[in-house]
């Protein structure tokens, strides 16, 4: 029988109704009200917080982690309940804190409530349920059915059940009344497990807009360590008219990271292919490849919190880490 924990932090998942809306209030315990006994597992529950995951915030990632570090040995897979918002930041951010997983991993949610009558909190909690005994390692999201590598999930649905989809990566597996059938399964893990918290959470993203004003490069220097640019297309950043490029190499040079990505989802940038990306190429800027943003700004707090040397982010940032990078990048 595998020993499971369950770790709640509240989200819509746990939510009921308050007078000003839905809010973050069932326990644990009470979420597993909802199933029946298993003879396959024996489930452990702990509630961290409860949580609306908008207001989760990078500290959280790192209660998170280290409550994982703790039960380690005890279990032989953990359950994250968590609102459905800001999971994919806090799945990525897992991914990097907690390096050389054996064990499952697994963040799940709900669009509706698990105290609604139609609801699909009690499928995404069954199937989560049944991945955290499996015997792989690693950060994944369960959801709608679908496994997803933790550096991979963005929502991209605010009201649907199938809510998240892997971007630039196929699905792990797929989970059809209690089996799981892989895709194909990430190797298994030959560092040691190491826990590693140092996160700053100094970070901000600039989506680009025509207009998008160079001094905005000014107030952004001001409180934070490292900037993204989500960029267009492959990468591309305006150097007419309200031309950016002397404001990035400005912060750059005042020890400031820069990273450059795209506000497009699929296949990454590529700056190098014109000459609008070739001009911040030249600059010592981190290229995204085909991250995602979610797990970009995970990934860039998780390299600012062990370094505030450029061509050390620049390093760590680059580096595929849990296959949030692809070949042609890593």
Sequence with gaps: MKKILLLATGG???????????????SASELLQFFEN?????VTYKILMNKDSTNMQPEHWVQIAEAIKEHYEEFEGFVITHGTDTLSFTSAALSYMLQGLRKPVVLTGSQVPISFKKTDAIKNLSESLVFACEDIGGVFVVFDGRVIMGTRAVKMRTKSYDAFESINLPYVAAIKESKVSYHWKPGVNKQDFTVDT???????????????????????KKVYRGIVIESYGNGGIPFEERNLLPKIKEVLDEGIAVLVSTQCLEEGEDLYLYEVGRKVAQYDV????????????????????????LKEVKEIVETPVARDLSARWG
């Design 286 to 309: 981190i290229l995204s490849g085909d991250m995602n943003k979610d797990a970009i700004v995970a990934k860039f707090m998780w390299a600012l919190g062990k370094t505030s040397n």
């Design 38 to 42: 298993s003879s396959t597992m024996d």
């Design 12 to 26: 819509t998942i746990a939510a009921i109704k308050g007078e000003q809306g839905l809010v973050p209030s069932l």
């Design 198 to 220: 140092r996160l700053c959470p100094d970070v901000f993203v600039l989506k680009l807009h025509p207009g998008t004003k160079p001094e905005i490069f000014d107030a952004l």
